[in-house]
């Protein structure tokens, strides 16, 4: 009999049996479902498993977290159930079934805009940052430095002018600062041209170019396209091809244009692909798609998608500026969080991106950075009143620095949404949030850091109008979700569970007191930044739900053994390994994030499966480059495991920096 088998019998039936099944395949954490119908899922019967600990969907998988004994799991489940498992590529397209339409198309929107949402925060930031130094003023006392700043006018009082006005220094720095500042946003049509034939897996250089093509100098810029009469765009900027002329109009910072554009670039190269003989492809296919697509850029998709990115942010803009405002801030306020279960908020990115660029600003960021600072407030209350309770406080208070850091996932599919009381609570408070934030006109920049740090992004006059927001999405969800849960509205999902629980609660297992508190050094496996575990990308990891421990962020590709060990699981993909010490510590440490799709390309391992191994010893090379080019992030989670038996201890302050091999935390049993 395997080590799961019965619980992978179970498991079997809970999720509805063989026939529900579509596919099946695992990760370094968790097994993945694409299940026929997820309804026949016996979620409940699944989490009182005793080696499962915990259940989520996303994006169409019903996702089961195993630990790091998946491979034995799965390897078990295989042999009960009698059904071959696929790669987790093939369970991503196999997870499309059970997503409608419009999920199917903001999965690819989110695919899309995922990887240059690093690009647009920076510019964000820098925008804001500008934005300070040229907006913000005071009375300079003292001598005038800069030509045209006055301190004093003719009866003798004090002049308020800017910083750049009176620091030559800090003048060059925001005229440096334009650079990439300006040219995240007039090149933002490369980005998304990319992103697009990325997604499609067609050639991302087609897509650059495409993309250049769309912003080149010898265009009218799309910044003076408005201020420029038609008389002179008839006569200097077209394309005159005798009976017929195209208007030379670049599409800068546009966001319809450009993904219409990459799409027609990417269907047009699958097209050919398909029909051209492989010997003469390399020649015909890149052709055949890029000028046609190009063509139809500058000619039908670059007009329209213009008519129609200016609409969406005309009708948004008069939301957020119109009689009604305070409406339509109350609305979004309150369904961002909602927006965000069901993958909707992914067309927030498209049109915050096209108010800038039509409206200098955009209102909507604010108000997605208040829904994530109201739900963290909502959790945070959960953590306050279940601080005693171990479980509790290992997921709450994680999931609330991480949603004050703008992420919310963990926050809402770990507690709030789980519990409802806390969910309402933050849409509540979110509600009015957005509803001061409409009312009193507050803009940023650009879309950056949400949660608290979003104050980064907005513009310096509504700094104080944004800081009284924030007091609300901070105070009333939290005195909302403690008084929802003193007076019993919303709770019955938790009195429900905590009852299930309660028989279930036996005594613990008798520990001598030698073996309370005893402590395992545990060595820094990485030379890199040491953060919060709740900063994960994966909400599996920031919630705590494998175990508590780090997150690392590293800088150089060697991997080392943190402990005197054992190995005792290594995934063929060499992305992540287990161990487990004398003293029975079990530790996980997954190099990135979804890194198994690499397949083990830019990974060489130095042991195997079974090996001793000696604190310090090289574990696993890794090229950093290597991923960052395949489009994953390198963050690297080490967690405890077995929570239940020891806990983190003496971790560094965080964040920090670390060298591979330092003593670096330690483990102590409970």
């Not at 299940?35 to 409940?44: G, P, R």
């Not at 002018?161 to 007039?186: C, D, Q, R």
């Not at 829904?371 to 601080?387: C, E, K």
């Not at 569970?497 to 279930?504: D, F």
Request: proline residues 5%.
């Amino acid at each position: 009999m395997g080590k799961f088998e019965n619980d992978a019998k179970a498991l079997l039936q809970a999720v509805g049996g063989k026939d529900n099944i579509a596919a099946v395949s695992h990760c370094a954490t968790r097994m993945r479902f694409v299940l026929n119908d997820e309804k026949q899922a016996d979620v409940k019967a699944i989490e009182k498993l005793a080696s499962v600990k915990g259940t989520f969907t996303n994006a169409g998988q019903f996702q089961v977290i195993i630990g790091n004994d998946v491979p034995i799991f799965y390897n078990d489940f295989t042999a009960v159930s009698g059904i071959e498992g696929v790669s987790k590529e093939a369970a991503k397209s196999a997870a499309k079934q059970n997503l409608n339409p419009v999920q199917r198309v903001l999965t690819m929107l989110a695919e899309i805009f995922t990887p240059i949402i690093p690009a647009i925060i920076v510019g964000g930031l820098i925008l804001g940052f500008r934005n300070v130094l040229e907006s913000v003023g005071m009375p300079w006392l003292g001598q005038q430095i800069a030509d045209g700043a006055k301190v004093f006018d003719a009866d003798g009082n004090p002049v308020w002018n800017t910083i750049t006005m009176v620091s030559p220094f800090w003048s060059g720095v925001n005229h440096f600062l334009w650079l990439p500042g300006e040219a995240i946003f007039h090149f933002l049509p490369v980005g998304i041209t990319w992103s697009v034939s990325r997604k499609m897996g067609t050639t991302q250089i087609l897509g650059i170019i495409l993309g250049i093509c769309l912003v080149s100098p010898q265009l009218l810029n799309a910044y003076a396209v408005a201020g420029t009469p038609a008389k002179e765009i008839a006569e200097n900027w077209v394309w005159n091809f005798g009976f017929f002329t195209v208007n030379r109009i670049g599409y800068q910072a546009q966001v319809i244009p450009a993904l219409l554009a990459g799409l027609s670039l990417s269907y047009l190269e699958i097209f050919w692909r398909k029909r051209i003989p492989e010997v003469v492809s390399m020649i015909f296919v890149p052709f055949l798609s890029l000028i046609p697509a190009l063509i139809l850029a500058h000619t039908v998709l670059g007009p329209i998608g213009w008519w129609l990115g200016q609409g969406l942010s005309t009708v948004v803009l008069a939301g957020l500026t119109g009689p009604f405002k305070w409406l339509f801030g109350a609305v979004f306020g309150s369904l961002y969080a909602p927006f965000v279960i069901t993958g909707l908020h992914h067309m927030t990115n498209a049109i915050d991106t096209q108010l800038i660029a039509d409206a200098g600003g955009t209102g909507l960021w604010p108000m997605i950075a208040l829904s994530n600072i109201a739900q963290g407030s909502a959790v945070l209350a959960y953590y306050f009143m279940n601080r005693h309770s171990e479980k509790e406080a290992q997921i709450s208070l994680p999931a609330a620095i991480s949603a004050y850091l703008g992420v919310t996932e963990p926050a809402l599919f770990g507690v709030n949404v789980k519990y409802i009381y806390p969910f309402v609570a933050g849409l509540i408070g979110s509600g009015i949030a957005g509803l001061l934030s409409t009312s009193l006109n507050i803009t940023a920049n650009a879309i950056g850091v949400g949660g608290l740090p979003g104050i980064l992004a907005i513009k310096a006059q509504s700094w104080l109008p944004f800081l009284l927001a924030m007091a609300v999405a901070i105070a009333v969800p939290f005195i909302l979700t403690v008084f929802f849960r003193k007076a019993g509205i919303f709770t019955k999902s938790e009195d429900e569970a905590r009852a299930e629980a309660a028989p279930l609660t036996t005594s613990a297992e008798s520990v001598t007191s030698e073996t309370i508190g005893a402590t395992v050094t545990l060595l820094s496996p990485l030379t890199g930044e040491a953060k919060e575990l709740a900063q994960a990308t994966d909400p599996v990891f920031a919630q705590g739900l494998m175990g508590q421990g780090i997150l690392l962020q590293p800088t150089v590709g060697e991997l080392v053994a943190p402990m005197d060990a054992t190995v005792s699981v290594f995934f063929p993909t060499k992305h992540a390994i287990g161990l487990v010490s004398a003293e029975g510590v079990e530790l996980l440490i997954h190099i990135g994030m979804d890194t198994v799709n690499m397949n083990g390309e830019g990974f060489t391992a130095h042991v195997a499966q079974g090996d001793q191994v000696k604190a310090g010893d090289k574990l696993i090379s890794f090229d950093i480059a290597a991923i960052q080019k395949a489009g994953y992030i390198v963050e690297t989670p080490m967690i405890i495991t077995n929570q239940d038996q020891f806990a983190p201890a003496e971790l560094p302050t965080l964040p920090s920096s670390v060298q591979a091999g330092d003593k670096f935390m330690t483990a102590v049993k409970k």
